[in-house]
């Protein structure tokens, strides 16, 4: 029999989930050949799948970046995003920063900034870095924003929004539009990518 004050059996198990990654990445340091990284990667990816029939939706051990990711990405980058598509206020705004410059890069380094701290600092999921790019970029980083970025401009072109024909001030409002779009499209590609804990 479990004492009252005992936690959950599905946090005892959480808990064991991020203890095993825990460890698996101090021996991917460990390890002296590349083969046996890789074996230690493999070892890391079965454990992380082994988490699927866990019903659990929060605080799981979310390590990688595949396609299943990247479709989660994309679906939540369009449900947040299709809002913005038909909303006038995207493109008043996206005029406003082209005359402005340091707005569109705070406007991008706020985005960026909101998809770190879903997706590495709030606690929704255990996010561990797994082959990052240059040994320092997480590739669930550069699919999320990348994917808000492309459904960003797809959405915004195709429904007529912007104009990437005109010369170089119509191309770069464009840009602006495409990057005010992109702020919610981003934070809902890092809560479509992680919320459901793959």
Same mark, same amino acid.
């Given at each position: ?17 991020? =203890? %095993?990654?825990?460890?698996l ?10 083969d ?6 493999? *070892? ?12 659990a ?14 479709a ?9 995003g ?13 005029r406003?920063?082209?005359?402005h410059?340091?707005y569109?890069?705070?406007? %991008?380094?706020?985005?960026i ?5 879903? &997706?590495?600092?709030?606690d929704?999921?255990?996010?561990r870095?797994?082959? *990052? ?12 924003? #990348?994917t808000a ?5 797809? &959405?915004? =072109?195709?429904?007529? &929004? ?9 191309i770069?409002e464009?840009?602006c539009v ?10 809902? *590609?890092?809560? #479509? ?6």
């Amino acid at each position: 029999m479990t004492p009252p004050n005992a936690p959950p059996a599905e946090h005892e198990d959480d808990g064991e989930f991020s =203890t %095993l990654f825990d460890e698996l990445e101090e021996l991917e340091d460990l390890v002296d050949s590349e083969d046996e990284r890789r074996q230690v990667r493999e *070892a890391m990816r079965a454990a992380a799948e082994s988490q699927d029939s866990d019903p659990a939706v929060f605080g799981r051990v979310v390590w990688g970046f595949g396609r299943s990711d990247l479709a989660e990405a994309l679906l939540g980058s369009l449900l947040f995003g299709i809002p913005m598509a038909v909303e006038g206020g995207t493109v008043d705004a996206g005029r406003h920063i082209a005359q402005h410059p340091l707005y569109l890069v705070a406007t %991008l380094g706020i985005a960026i900034g909101l998809v770190v701290a879903i &997706l590495y600092v709030a606690d929704f999921q255990d996010v561990r870095v797994a082959n *990052a790019i240059f040994g320092i970029v997480p590739r669930r980083l550069v699919g999320v924003t #990348g994917t808000a970025m492309v459904v960003s401009v797809a &959405l915004l =072109t195709g429904w007529g &929004l912007v104009d990437w024909s005109g010369g170089p001030a119509a191309i770069w409002e464009s840009a602006c539009v495409c990057a005010v779009a992109f702020v919610p499209m981003a934070i809902g *590609a890092a809560l #479509g990518d992680i919320l459901p804990g793959s």
